[in-house]
C-alpha cells in the first residue's frame, strides 16, 4: 500500500445520461500524501495544509480522526492516505479530496470524501461499511445527496460511491440517481501512482500545466454547453447545517 508520498495522474470521465446526454474526459493529477502530510512549498505546484479540513493551517490529521471517533473508526484505522489536488501558481480549486482510512492490515476501512464546490461551501461524505468490515473493490456504498455542487442538478436523491484502492493504481466511481432512482449522472476518476519528486512533479506540471484553473475552466464550460442543450439552471439552496453524511453497503444492513 501507499507508504510514501506520491503522484497520481488520471482520467476524469463525466457522462450525463438525461434529460439530454453530455459527456467529457480530461486528465488530471493529485498528490498522494500519508498523513501527517509534508509540506510542499513551490512556485509551480505546492500543497498547503490550509487548504483541506477545517482550513486551519493545521494538518488535517485530527480533523479527519475526530470524524472517524465519532463514527466508531477511529480504532480500526492505523494510517489515513490523502488524495488531493496542489496548488498551481498559488491557486487551488479541490472539487473532492479523499482520505483513505487503512487498518493494521492495510485494509481499506473508509473513505472520507471532502467535497467542495464553486460557492466556496464544503461538505463531507463519509464511506463505510454498515458493520465496520473492510471495503472491497465490489463495495457499492450509499449517501443520500445533501450538498449543493452543480446548479444543473436537484439537492435530492443519492450518491453511490466504489472504490479501488491498490499499491499502484486507484479507481474511483461515483454515480449519482434522482429522486426516482433512476441513474442521471456516471463519474470516474481513474490513474496510477508514481514516486513525488521534484523531477516527478515538474513533469506532472508540464504535462497537464494550470491543472486546477484547467478543471474550474471546465466546470463554467460544460455549464455553458448544458445552458445550450436547454438544461433548466437551479438556484442554490442555503447549505444544510450538518457538515457530514455517511454512506453504507446498504447490502450488509
Known sequence: MVVTPQIYTAKVMHKRLFPKKNTFNYGVYYLVLPLPAISIPGILTSF????????????PTLWVRGILMDYGLNKKTKNIILVTMPRVLGYVFNPVSFYFCLDDNNDLRAILCEVHNTFGEQHSYLC????????TS???LEAEKVFHVSPFLEREGNYKFRFDLRPD????W?????SQQQKQLITSLIGTFTPLTSKSLRSAFWHHPLVTLKTIFLI????LKLILKGIRYIAKLPQLSKKITQANNLNKM
Open 128 to 135: 463505510a461499511n454498515f458493520d465496520h468490515t473492510p471495503i
Open 220 to 223: 463554467h464550460w460544460q455549464a
Open 48 to 59: 498547503h495544509a490550509k487548504d483541506l479540513g477545517e482550513r486551519s493551517g493545521a494538518d
Open 138 to 140: 465490489s463495495c457499492w
Open 174 to 178: 461515483i454515480d449519482y440517481y434522482d
Open 169 to 172: 493504481k486507484l479507481g474511483i
